[in-house]
């Protein structure tokens, strides 16, 4: 079937059509897309606008937890047509308090979700904040549809313009080329036809046209007729020659085992034997050469391969197994080995091409399979987060991970071969336990063996896999890092005793409570009875003989009255401790209001510093007091007795330090620093004491353990403040590990609202 041909003026009308349509075209959908964002960023905007109107109309309803009012607001939001979805959350209780959808109908539907995400929706959230506290979030969709609408107009706007452009240009060019170029090309190619229908000359030429070329083309027509007739005998001959060449050479390669054929430059098949139309699928070669117009278009089933090889043959005239994909008839692709001969004539111009194909399809596909299947094998081992390496009898590497590059710093090409102890030295000592496990063919596991990572203690645990092949022996070693999981077990482990330790001292302290109430009881009833102020005791010493007076300067006089109060002081602090103790076992009742901390912090310095220990021969009053209070520092929600319970706690303990033999050297000092940082409000208690040992650190914040002597500490006095920090006022307490000239304890305590409901949450009341 012969192409299609145009002709000149419906070609260039075409082009110049094409031309301004293709350059109106580009203005116009530079024009819609301009339109269409801007209607999407005004979408945006507006959605913007309504979210934040949104958030402020619903501070006060929410505030007040008036989700009618609310619920009202967000229903009266939807009279704006792209509004589809809005949910209102309260952030204090994590709840929907109202929610609206627009239904398919147009009518708003209550719901607690929005809408599932889609192109046709645009979503803006915002915090609904009430004099800078957030009390909830909004969220609103936003659908497009309208927007689409207003964008198919502007489309169809473009669209007809341009239609209406294309048809005067259509119009006007039309008639300029039937006018200057279609009529005289016609006349030019009625006489070419009348001369070759009549096989002579003697037809007169056209006239002269307008346009300079088409007299050219007039002019060169008539010379051409002329020579037509001189050339038609050699052309006649020329055809007879090369046919007789082409049934020779048919002739030649016809039993040839691979396809073997010869095309031109155009792409055509000059020539082809029965093995090549075997190979495509053809019936016969005459088949093939038939229906297979141009050779590289139809069978390269790649476009690089083909430009790859067309490339090759413009820079040398001999391919040899070349490998292309190529098409069948049955549109299957197959893998061939091409070989190509380019075929020059004397002048150098290539004349045709020669050239053989095989079917390598099936041998490529095994090797195929072969190479994806190593290659899935490997990014599995890859995926791994663990060390995975093969090794053989002799323990040398010949597989490995990524995680094994990672490790040893190798590639893959350094790794294979290298001994396992090489690449990884810290498996020196396993070395025996791994030959085994090679040569006993049984699985081998080495379990939580500690090593060091860039002066990090990690532990890992090593498994042996062996495996065999073709009578060789190896294994796969996977080396897991356990760190994590051991440091779990740990804490799991921790937090159990701390539990039972719980549990005893809350069974201690009630034990304690009974025989320190009798204590404290018979004590206040002895200083009852003994006081003046009270007219029964004076009536009484009376009737017994004695003033009750001179009985009391006795008592006083003998150290009684000392000793009673002592006495009290003793059964106080024991209650006290008691009272710590069960605070450990059970939520704390004190009530939290808003204290100043640098008032706390005072206070405590002063009640420590009346602390004078006679047993321990130190005096706080000796001690060099260094306070380093911030400016503007806001009072915060605590419980000031719990706070003043723990700075003391902390004074104490760094007094006790102070006053070890190993600082006698050193002029004793406490510095006490408070902080703002971030949304907490931080103390810092350091002294310049002995420190604390690092075996000691992990254990300071547990229950009953001191590295006090015995008779000197209970154990419980840091265990308590953590109790209290943590639980009782949802801040953080730590010891600060970087710190070596002594010891400083860090606490972080909330300086904003969310302290309340921490406490709230844990059941302890507060006071507003």
Not at 176 to 194: C, D, G, V
Not at 343 to 353: I, P
Not at 575 to 585: E, G, P
Request: glycine share 6%; with cysteine; hydrophobic share 40%.
């Amino acid at each position: 079937m012969a192409k299609f041909r145009p002709s000149t003026p419906s070609f260039i009308s075409a082009s110049l059509l094409f031309s301004i349509t293709a350059v109106l075209l580009v203005f116009g959908i530079a024009d819609y897309a301009r339109e269409r964002s801007r209607y999407h960023a005004e979408l945006e905007n507006r959605l913007r606008e309504t979210t934040g109107q949104l958030a402020a109309s619903l501070a006060l309803p929410l505030w007040n937890f008036q989700d009618a009012q609310s619920a009202k607001i967000v229903e009266n939001a939807f009279a704006n047509r792209d509004i589809s979805a809005i949910i209102v959350t309260d952030s204090l209780s994590n709840r929907i308090v109202t929610g609206r959808i627009r239904g398919t109908d147009g009518k708003t539907i209550i719901s607690e979700t929005l809408l599932p995400d889609s192109k046709k929706l645009v979503s803006d959230d915002q915090f609904i904040l009430l004099n800078g506290r957030i009390l909830g979030k909004i969220a609103v969709q936003a659908t497009t549809e309208h927007l689409e609408m207003l964008a198919r107009h502007s489309l169809q706007r473009i669209v007809m313009t341009i239609g209406f452009l294309d048809l005067i240009i259509f119009l006007l060019v039309g008639f300029i080329l039937k006018r200057h170029i279609s009529t005289p090309l016609q006349h030019i190619e009625n006489f070419a036809r009348e001369v070759s229908m009549r096989n002579q000359t003697t037809s007169p030429p056209p006239q002269e046209a307008f346009l300079s070329e088409m007299n050219s083309v007039r002019n060169s027509i008539t010379i051409m007729v002329e020579r037509l007739q001189k050339q038609y005998d050699a052309l006649s001959v020329s055809r007879a020659q090369l046919n007789e060449a082409e049934t020779r050479y048919r002739d030649l390669y016809e039993n040839a085992l691979i396809g073997i054929f010869r095309t031109a430059v155009d792409g055509r098949i000059l020539a082809a034997n029965k093995a090549l139309a075997d190979i495509l699928g053809y019936d016969s070669p005459e088949t093939l050469m038939t229906q297979i117009t141009d050779a590289p278009e139809q069978l390269f089933a790649s476009d690089s391969e083909r430009t790859a090889l067309q490339a090759q043959l413009g820079r040398q005239d001999l391919v040899v197994g070349h490998r292309i994909l190529f098409r069948t008839t049955r549109n299957d692709v197959r893998i061939g080995a091409l070989g190509l001969r380019v075929v020059r004539d004397t002048d150098g111009s290539v004349m045709h091409l020669d050239g053989n194909l095989q079917d390598i399809t099936e041998r490529e596909l095994a090797e195929t399979t072969l190479r994806e299947t190593s290659t899935f094998i490997q990014s599995i081992l890859d995926s791994m987060p663990s060390i995975v390496m093969g090794i053989d009898a002799e323990l040398g590497i010949t597989h490995c991970n990524s995680t094994a590059r990672q490790v040893t710093g190798m590639t893959t090409e350094d790794l294979l071969g290298t001994p396992l102890t090489d690449a990884l030295p810290r498996l020196e000592d396993c070395r025996k336990a791994i030959t085994a496990a090679v040569h006993e063919a049984k699985h081998v596991v080495l379990a939580n063996r500690p090593h060091t990572v860039d002066d990090t203690s990690k532990l890992e645990t090593i498994h042996v896999f062996p495996v065999s092949s073709k009578g060789e022996k190896g294994a796969v070693v996977r080396i897991d890092d356990v760190t994590e999981q051991a440091r779990m077990e740990e804490l799991i482990l921790q937090t159990e005793k701390m539990m039972s330790v719980g549990g005893l001292a809350a069974g201690m302290a009630h034990e304690i409570n009974n025989p320190l109430a009798g204590i404290l009881l018979g004590v206040q009833n002895i200083q009852r009875r003994l006081s003046p102020d009270m007219d029964k005791n004076t009536i009484m010493a009376n009737e017994m003989g004695c003033a009750l007076n001179t009985i009391c300067q006795y008592l006083e006089q003998r150290g009684i009255m000392k000793l009673l109060h002592g006495i009290q002081d003793s059964g106080e602090r024991a209650a006290r401790i008691v009272s710590n103790m069960l605070s450990f076992a059970r939520q704390s009742q004190s009530h939290h209001a808003s204290a100043h901390l640098d008032t706390l912090l005072d206070k405590c310095i002063e009640l420590a510093s009346t602390d004078y220990d006679l047993k321990k021969k130190f005096d706080f009053k000796a001690i060099r007091i260094i306070r380093e209070y911030a400016n503007g520092i806001p009072p915060i929600v605590c419980a000031a007795s719990e706070l003043e319970q723990v700075f003391l706690n902390l004074l104490r303990n760094a007094a006790h330090a102070l006053s070890s033999p190993q600082n006698r050297d050193n002029e004793p000092r406490i510095t006490i620093r408070l902080y703002e940082k971030q949304e907490d409000v931080v103390v810092e208690i350091e002294d310049n004491g002995p420190g604390i040992d690092d075996r000691h650190r992990r254990h300071i914040f547990e229950p009953f353990f001191t590295t006090k002597q015995p008779g000197e500490g209970t154990g419980l006095g840091l265990s308590v403040s953590y109790f209290i920090i943590t639980r009782n006022h949802g801040g953080t307490i730590w010891l600060d590990g970087e710190y070596r000239e002594g010891s400083r304890f860090g606490i972080a305590l909330p300086k904003n609202m969310h302290a309340l409901r921490v406490l709230e949450e844990n059941g302890v009341p507060s006071e507003t």
